[in-house]
């Protein structure tokens, strides 16, 4: 198996799983979104949240970066290059976003981190998130090798 596949798979695999994962995110919010609907009809009393969690809209950024970086490896050429690049940034930015929003949240309620319900610093974050992250520094690793191999023609992929 080819370096070139093998990006192309763990890509698939990547975005498989994130989509699972958002499509999860996406019922528990629709969960939530019935219990406080029931309180209203139950006691009249009107819950608002004030949009989607962090959570969810972490996720959905994510999964969109996430798919630019498919098409991206599946393209050829330039836009290879371009879309996998932005679609990873993304994903890589998205995540410290998401990672320093427990930071923030805690310096303005003057309480410590441990106070906000998070996993390894996600604020709502489960441990396929941060299997999706890991697959994404492999990613950006497997990818920037290959590049740095066609760049000074070091491998037998060196053509684009």
């Not at 798919?67 to 930015?93: D, E, F, H, Q, Y």
Request: hydrophobic share 50%; proline share 2%.
């Amino acid at each position: 198996m080819t370096k070139e596949s093998s990006i192309k798979r763990i890509t698939f695999a990547v975005s498989l799983v994130a989509s699972s994962n958002l499509a999860w995110a996406f019922y528990q919010l629709w969960v939530e979104s019935a219990r406080r609907e029931q309180l209203y009809e139950e006691t009249g009393l009107i819950v608002c949240s004030f949009g989607p969690p962090l959570q969810f809209v972490a996720r959905f950024h994510i999964e969109i970066f996430l798919l630019l970086a498919l098409i991206g490896s599946r393209s050829k050429g330039l836009n290879n290059t371009l879309l996998t690049v932005v679609g990873l940034s993304g994903a890589v930015l998205s995540y410290m976003l998401w990672w320093q929003s427990i930071f923030r949240w805690a310096r303005n309620a003057e309480v410590s981190v441990n106070a906000i319900p998070n996993f390894a610093y996600l604020v709502g974050g489960n441990l396929l998130d941060l299997v999706i992250a890991g697959a994404i520094g492999l990613l950006v690793l497997m990818n920037v090798s290959r590049d740095a191999r066609a760049s000074f023609r070091l491998g037998e992929d060196a053509s684009f």
